[in-house]
């Protein structure tokens, strides 16, 4: 049995998404024009830093606007997830548990090059 | 920090042209922090779908995000003319401004 390495948990009141957590892989690569391109493979997600200080402020955005798009403009956070790969592990009216597994050998080691990044209680308006 | 050797692009010019762009669902527009969403049109899932601007703390986009989305949603004559007049900068040419 693999370990995740992600997991998001979402939180619901009256059935509209409160607040989000995540442990979540991140890549980041500094380009040519001096800022940081970030990458978050597992919610197909690219921003952009204006420092290696400022990644994780790009990352939480990031997160927040996907699940913000999803609730409005998609099909829900859970849904949409599922479509990226990830398992539900639980879901309830008022919370929800998903992870993301890989279980391909070269994949897992290619997820040991990321920083590990954890978001702790993102609101979502 | 940016590179000195490359310009920025307001933000207020990158979503102006974003939301005139008949790809985006019309109003979908929000922003979270610092960081512009943008939702296009289709039934494919989300994450192929929200298109992610980010400025800085000066209210610039950097180079390379400005041009690559100026590339995938059709303004990037827009954007080289933007650069020649707001910013006396030529794609390729050697500027007498430069150090």
Known sequence: MNLPEATIETHRNGGKLSSISAIMPVWMKKEEDGHTKVIIPLLGLTTWAASENDVEAAASEAIQSFCMAAEKHGLGVDEELKALGWDAEETSPKHGLLSHTTSDELLQQVMQTADQFAFSQLAIC | ?99
């Open chain 2, 1 to 99: 920090m940016s590179d000195i050797n490359y310009p920025t692009v307001d933000i207020m010019f990158i979503k102006e042209q974003l939301e005139s762009c008949p790809k985006f669902i019309s109003g979908s527009y929000f922003k979270v922090g610092s960081t512009h969403n943008f939702v296009k049109i289709g039934k494919q899932p989300l994450f192929k779908r929200l298109v992610i601007v980010r400025e800085d703390h000066e209210r610039q986009v950097n180079y390379l995000q400005s041009v690559g989305i100026a590339a995938n949603y059709g303004f990037l004559t827009e954007l080289m003319q933007w650069l020649e007049v707001n910013r006396s900068w030529i794609d390729g040419a050697y500027s007498a401004n430069r150090p």
